[in-house]
Structure formats: structure tokens, C-alpha cells
């Protein structure tokens, strides 16, 4: 539901306004269902939804991917070093613009910019793993049952 409903607002064009009103419900949604604890889960739908609006605005706005990231990070309990991958992001908004000039190549921004933060978001759930901080929660850390395969204690 994230990606359909981010897919669904950037797609969104003057022809195309229903794409914005069904992104805009589609994405808080897919942030109500991910696994973790409520608090992250309510604190981050609408400010991400105002990036994701702010998106339309063309390839000076890729910087607002980090945002998006930094959400998934916070949200799937991410320890700290991992926040360390927000680099990667804002490093491509800033040579971005270097290649996207006009507004109709904002296929290749959505494009670019969406594989640099999904490789950003295994790179981070790689140092979550492999360094398997004590910053992480705590109570949903030690759990045996756990899809990521975390280290037994």
C-alpha cells in the first residue's frame, strides 16, 4: 500500500486527480498496518503524505525521498548506525538535477530515486543485522520467531 499509494501521487498529473485522492488514503494506510510499535506507526503518515505532495514539484524535490526513508527507518526499528544510508538519497538529489532538466523526465527522477532508497533500506536492514545494536527495541529484538533471521542470544 506505501508504494502503490507514493506511486499514485507522483503519477498524479492535472488529468489525473483521483490518482492523488486514492495515494493520499492508500499511504497512511500502509503505514497503520506495518509491524511496529503504535507510536511510530501514528507518528509518521501525514508528515511523510506532505513530502510525498511535495514530490510533484519535479527533480529539485528528490531530497524528500530521505524523508520517506528516514520514516521506514524509524518505523521498522532501525538502530541508529543504519540512519546512516540517508546519505545516499540526499547525495542523488543533488546530482539529480544534473541530469533531469525538464519536468517530463520526472519518470526518470521517480525512477532513480525510488531504487537508490529501496537499496538504502536493505543496506540498512544489513547494519541492523550484522551489527544488531543495542539501540534496537528492546522486547521485539529478542523475539525467536523473528522472518529477518536475527542472531540467537
Given at each position: 500500500m506505501l508504494v502503490v499509494g507514493t506511486a499514485c501521487v507522483l503519477g498524479t498529473t492535472t488529468y489525473s486527480l483521483p490518482l492523488l485522492l486514492i495515494g493520499s488514503l492508500m499511504q497512511p494506510a500502509g503505514w497503520a498496518v506495518l509491524p511496529s510499535t503504535i507510536g511510530r506507526r501514528v507518528a509518521v503518515?501525514?508528515?511523510v503524505l506532505g513530502f510525498t505532495w511535495l514530490m510533484l514539484g519535479g527533480s529539485g524535490f528528490a531530497w524528500c525521498?530521505?524523508?520517506?526513508?528516514a520514516a521506514w527507518l524509524l518505523v521498522r526499528l532501525r538502530p541508529l548506525p543504519s540512519?546512516?544510508?540517508?546519505?545516499?538519497?540526499?547525495?542523488w538529489s543533488i546530482l539529480l538535477p544534473l541530469f533531469v532538466h525538464d519536468y517530463?523526465?520526472?519518470w526518470v527522477t521517480?525512477?532513480?530515486?525510488t531504487l537508490v532508497i529501496v537499496g538504502a533500506a536493505w543496506l540498512a536492514k544489513w547494519i541492523a543485522l550484522r551489527f544488531d545494536s543495542w539501540q534496537s527495541v528492546r522486547t521485539l529484538r529478542k523475539q525467536h520467531n523473528r522472518v529477518d533471521g536475527a542472531r540467537p542470544s
Open positions: 503518515p501525514l508528515p525521498y530521505a524523508i520517506i526513508l540512519f546512516a544510508v540517508l546519505l545516499l538519497p540526499i547525495a517530463q523526465e520526472g521517480i525512477l532513480t530515486s
